[in-house]
């Protein structure tokens, strides 16, 4: 007989989003958190920039709107950009409260920066790691709540829905509805079913389906995949973000080059040791990352050189140094001195705009599922994410969901749910495809679906990931379930995901350029929306 637990609130993912919001639940009932690895190793460690708030007395509310809306290409939703902007304020002071130490001015005021796309200086920061610090205040949080039970190296492997009821139960509801998840440890290999009134996926993004990423490895989009297979609605799949600023390291792990320091007064110079920004956008250094990324893009392609440099050597040693000492003392483990060498980089894929349609109070097409952080698609990011508006909308949303379950309760169900079938083959020596197949799909989307695509590029990529998407499914399909396959089936249907999105944008707009459409020519508010129908596989809506 397989366990069976059941809790109010299933929390997937233990980034910001899902911390915050299990956080807040807690005051609403029990939840259970649990994380495919250990509770840090989440996308929001890793955020060197900051967190984007009106915190100033000279900056506005509307400032932050239209900045926000002005990078998003026309692709926002201008309900959700107000809301994001005006109900910040308040989660940032709430991470004050909680324990979070932002950098302040000797004055003891929030020592605010500014990254490229924003007009006033309005980032709070914890030196160059305010990823780290929320993180760990979140964590902290979390586990003094006594309601709360954390389940780490722990991973969904199916969303629970109406069609995993058993025989003896009810007839098949038309209405979708998600009752929980089938959940597999990493540890003992077993999976059991947690039944929950309501579930959130707070899964991060899918930065591992590229080559080069910013991404821990856990990010291989498994929400997008759960909530797909669910039936839920993805929406803007082909607007994904290459961070501009990647430390050139071939061979080592990839290290992101903060927005901050061009923010800061950093200087993108070409092969030749020139500055170019300027011949792409009045802001140079300061544009939204589209724009950057393309403009890199393009002066590599120009001089065969496999990075540009940025140049912070006109500035104070000592006050970068301070400001910046994570990158400083890595940057000199690779044998830079920042102060007084350029630093080689390039782009790399870094954060995903599409994902899980939600609803401004993060609600998916199925009853009791939401959505929130990288995962979700709330609207706010349009056709490219405004620098450090991420960690912004995993604080608001992730409280809206605890506000929408706090006045609309979801009752537990009775329902019976069939356990998971689990036999299969354990072959130990096909396990060398599965990295083969993983380093398959992320060459393929490095080299046709990147930052500059084509129709050519797209369907031949396509083409490749179809039979790549067949072989792997036959795979799960005959293979006892381990962690590595899960991803592996989870990284090809993003894949494929993201290139039919693509594929289904006719023009060039935010982070989707297309060589065979260079200018923008569908109606503004047109998403690329792929939902998973009976008897077939993608059905894509536009509006």
């Avoid at 690895?37 to 460690?45: D, P, Q, R, V």
Wanted: hydrophobic share 35%; charged share 25%.
């Amino acid at each position: 007989m397989q366990e069976e637990y059941y809790c109010d609130f299933l929390v997937i993912g233990s980034g910001i989003a899902g911390l915050y919001t299990a956080y807040h639940l807690s005051e609403l009932g029990s939840v259970i958190l649990i994380t495919k690895s250990n509770l840090i190793e989440a996308n929001t460690s890793y955020a060197q920039g900051g967190i984007a708030s009106v915190l100033d007395q000279h900056d506005s509310f509307e400032s932050h709107i239209q900045d926000t809306l002005k990078a998003g290409a026309g692709l926002c939703d201008e309900e959700a950009v107000k809301i994001l902007v005006t109900e910040g304020p308040k989660h940032i002071k709430k991470l004050i409260e909680l324990g979070a130490k932002f950098e302040t001015t000797p004055e003891g005021n929030l020592d605010l920066h500014r990254e490229g796309g924003h007009s006033y200086n309005r980032i709070v920061h914890a030196g160059d790691l305010t990823g780290k610090e929320v993180e760990e205040v979140l964590i902290h949080a979390v586990k003094n709540k006594k309601n709360v039970q954390i389940l780490e190296y722990h991973v969904a492997v199916e969303l629970i829905t109406q069609f995993h009821l058993d025989e003896r139960g009810d007839p098949i509801l038309k209405e979708p509805v998600c009752y929980g998840a089938y959940v597999y440890s990493r540890k003992t290999w077993e999976i059991f079913k947690i039944i929950a009134n309501a579930t959130i996926l707070a899964t991060g993004g899918a930065g591992q389906v590229y080559l080069h990423n910013t991404n821990p490895e856990v990010a291989t989009g498994d929400g997008i995949a759960l909530a797909y297979k669910a039936g839920a609605i993805i929406t803007n799949m082909e607007f994904y973000q290459f961070h501009p600023t990647v430390l050139y390291a071939p061979e080592k792990a990839t290290f992101l080059i903060t927005e901050a320091l061009r923010g800061f007064g950093a200087k993108l110079l070409n092969y030749e040791g020139q500055p170019f920004m300027h011949k792409y956008d009045e802001r140079k250094e300061l544009a939204p990352r589209d724009i950057v990324a393309r403009a890199i893009d393009a002066e590599m392609k120009k001089t065969g050189c496999p990075h540009v440099y940025l140049d912070i050597t006109h500035k104070n040693p000592e006050e970068i140094k301070e400001k910046f000492p994570h990158i400083y003392h890595t940057c000199l483990e690779h044998g830079i001195d920042i102060t007084k060498q350029w630093i080689p980089v390039v782009p790399a894929a870094h954060y995903m705009c599409g994902g899980v349609e939600v609803d401004i109070w993060g609600r998916t097409r199925l009853k009791g599922l939401f959505a929130v952080g990288e995962v979700a698609h709330t609207g706010v990011h349009g056709g490219n994410r405004l620098a450090s508006n991420s960690l912004l909308e995993g604080l608001v949303f992730g409280y809206r969901i605890y506000e929408y379950l706090k006045n609309n309760p979801i009752k537990k169900t009775n329902k019976i749910f069939k356990p998971w079938y689990k036999e299969g083959l354990n072959n130990p020596e096909e396990w060398i495809l599965v990295q083969h197949n993983f380093q398959e799909i992320k060459n393929i989307m490095w080299n046709y679906v990147g930052i500059v695509r084509s129709n050519l590029r797209l369907e031949r990529a396509l083409r490749r990931i179809n039979l790549l998407y067949e072989e792997v499914i036959d795979f799960y399909r005959r293979t006892v379930i381990q962690n590595k396959i899960l991803e592996l089936r989870n990284i090809t249907l993003v894949a494929k995901i993201i290139i039919l999105s693509a594929l289904n944008r006719k023009e060039s707009r935010g982070l989707h350029y297309s060589t065979d459409y260079p200018e923008n020519r569908q109606p503004s508010k047109t998403y690329t929306r792929i939902i998973r129908t009976v008897g077939k596989e993608f059905y894509i809506l536009k509006d």
